[in-house]
């Protein structure tokens, strides 16, 4: 099982967007894929329904109130679930992230999300509590960058932390940088792309997610991009290029698929 954990010292960057539309991407590719909020804010649940924001989830089952497959709730896509953060009052998410910062709860937690081929943990901003618990048990982190020049400080930072904590004995690689937001037509977003692109190589994913309102839209409505309408928008397609990019660089054949040409006609 391969568990990713997607985190970024800088918040509004677009982590629970980009969790939550790539696992949706990857599950639709045959990977039966979990994803996990840990932020004690509910970003997942906020963005999708009252039903996920008010459900138990991962604070009841590190707390021992609720077994791992009650704090699971099933999808309409047969291989995508979610496990929300649960009920965390705002004056309890200290503690919440306190209890998670070892990461043996989370390893715990993978451990029995066996049945699942991916886990992708949706993590608080900076990196500490809950972020550092995730890094600590997870195989690889996802991160994504603003197309903007105050995104390029918070990279350093990123590569520091990976450092230490597999200093500490953890096994745990940076798969890459997602750079989003980008503006094709703003010429200080495309110098900032170039730059990224330039000074990190191969770490960069060239696949990059734009600015479009279509993610306010699909925010509005509860729902992943490719799940906004009989046609889904445009930029839908460039989460399906990233699951590609992912499996790549995670070695991974396309789940129970045969990737060659389908005949149009008998």
Known sequence: M???????????VGKTTLTLNLAFALARRGWRTLVVDADPQGAIGLSLSKKVADATGLAE????????????IQTKVPELALLPVGQVAPQDCMGFGNLLADGTRFQRLLAEAGEFDL?????????????MGALRAVGHV?????????????????????????????????????????????????EVADELWAKLG??????????????????????????????????AATFDQLAHEVEQRLEIAPKEREDAPIPLVD
């Not at 391969?2 to 509004?12: L, Y």
């Not at 350093?156 to 004995?169: A, I, M």
């Not at 994913?205 to 992943?224: H, K, Y």
């Open 202 to 235: 191969d770490l960069v994913f060239q696949t990059n997610i734009p600015r479009d309102p279509a993610f306010l839209t699909a925010s509005a409505a509860g729902v992943p991009l490719g799940l906004l309408g009989k046609r889904p928008p445009f930029v």
């Open 142 to 190: 996802l991160a994504p960058v603003q197309a903007e020049p105050i995104a390029l400080r918070s990279i350093s930072q990123l590569l520091e932390v990976v450092s230490s904590v597999k200093d500490e004995g953890v096994a745990v690689d940076l798969l890459g940088f997602v750079i989003v937001m980008l503006q094709l037509r703003e010429q200080t977003s495309l």
């Open 119 to 131: 886990v992708m943990v949706d993590t608080p901003s900076g990196f500490s509590g809950a972020t």
């Open 2 to 12: 391969i568990s990713v954990a997607v985190a970024s010292q800088k918040g509004g």
């Open 61 to 72: 089952y590190v707390s021992g109130h609720v077994d791992f497959q009650g704090s699971v």
